[in-house]
């Protein structure tokens, strides 16, 4: 039963499962470092970006061009989100600051049914799949779903590409700036709502990625993304809310924790770990391993 | 006890009674149907107004309410179907699970950023449906839980009068709440946590004393519905069940005590008359809801105010 090979197995496919999770968390905690809010609708983004790839993929494109379908359905997915923060979120700041809290948790919970309910209507409540003719690939011995691969490979390239703009160009400093003080920002002549609108059209944009790499792994269907997203949050509280390394490491860490746990205990339970890590990082570092003690303005 | 004596406490209780003493007769005229979906909004009315207590007015989100329902709902079925123990029994011991779990994770959340208990509680409340999904063989999952009717009738009349009786008792025991030094000490936080701890208010302590309130108070409706629906199935913890508590509350009035009451029972009737819409009413509402906030964040209670005072200014 304990096998070195089950053992690395699970290990690599944790590992794979973990960094798609992260870019979900990232998304969750990259717009809360910004505009110090949480988007709760952020799993409908997921379905939205999941649904775009099956349509492109199933109607358009066919499976051979599922990497463009992936592209399309992404930018897709920034545009709503640039949007949606035009029209319902940049209001936040017509609201007295006692209420922005409320105003910003309601509006994003109404999203989330709304989108949820319209997404039912629609497309009924059917699972579609976009199906992938990605071969089986072979990690030293270990065969591994070609599509899982491929979502893992895409996922990396976007952590890297996100890295980068963060880190080398003009953009990226107004994000990093603003995430650090929004007065500040503003002391040196940088609009804090255009970058409040790029940050939230990014962090949904990560979301809709996610939904489409998952397409044909987990399944197309109104609340596919609700398990995703509890687990964004998850990685979020143990990762440390606004940390972005945190985010990464705790989503490996989670996809570990979830993929051992499914091999080797009960894979009934796999979506329950994730919070039991929660609870012990809670009660051991409550600030989650890169979470500094809560700055509040 | 000041807080029964202070004249809000007295004209809302004066209100409540009233309605409650016209609300006993409508199940000599109104057909079962009409009383089942009645009892339904009393079961609401509940949650939504122990929900305003945390989020409107501490500002305290949880987004596990309909989750503390539901441990109330199956502590008392399961402690029932596995042992045979009273319905009596049963009810309270939901309760108190259903509050000893608030106050476990408020006490692991609530002293850091507001925004932890929403992202704990959401956790939790996947946690605890994923839970009773896949332990079938005990909680019996998707099949369903049979638990006993607590009159041993399907008849919704007797029910009818207990959901009243509790919706007055927890009305009453939330007007007294929040007027009394607690419940200052609960806005107080709303408007400004820093500020209210700076003046030696135990913030913490306050937030987690509503919280596991809060959680008890969802954990006895939950139970005492339990065993009215006598079939209780996972369905109870889809977080549709938490959104239309949100719905009810913001469209009632956020942070209002009047509120929830006005809000849940008109939204419960129309979802349960407009059923055959599916998924698009709810949509509609979420619609309703986004523009309620993105406008005056008053709902109906924004619009009774002005009655409300005129009706005590007169008397007084």
Known sequence: MFSTELVIQTAISGVMIGVLYALMALGITFIYSIM?????????FYMIGSYLQYMLVAWALGPDLWWLAVLISTAGVFVLGLVVQWGLIKPIFKKPPELRDDYATVVTLALLLFL????TGLAGPNQFTPGSNLPMVMIGPMPMAGARVAAFLFALAALGIFWAVLRYTWHGLALRAASQSRVGVQTAGIDVLSVDRIAFGIGVALAGLAGALLAPVFLVYPTNGLITTVKGFEIVVIGGLGSIPGALIAGVLLGLMESFGAAFVDSAYQNIYGFILVIAILVLRPTGLFGERGREA | MIALRSPTFRRSAIVILVAAVLLLFVPLIASNFVVHVLVASFYYVILAASWNLLAGYTG????????????????????GYHWGVSVWIGIPAGALLAGAMGYGLGRLVLRMRTIYLAIATWAFAETVHVYLTADYTFTRGELGLSVKSLYGTLNPTPYYFTFLGLTVIVLLGLRALIDSPLGYFMRAIKDDELRAKSLGIDTTMVKVRVFSISSAIAGLAGAVYGHYIVTLTPQMLDFSEMAKIVVMVVIGGFGTFIGPVVGAAPVNVALT???SYGEWNLAVFAAVVIVLMRFSMEGIAGLLAPLWRRLWTRNA
């Open chain 2, 60 to 79: 305290q989100f949880s987004l596990a309410h309909h989750a503390f329902a539901a441990v109330g709902a199956y502590t008392s079925g399961l402690l």
């Open chain 1, 36 to 44: 110090r809010m949480v988007n709760w609708a952020m799993g409908e």
């Open chain 2, 273 to 275: 008359y407009l059923a």
């Open chain 1, 116 to 119: 949820r309910s319209v997404a």
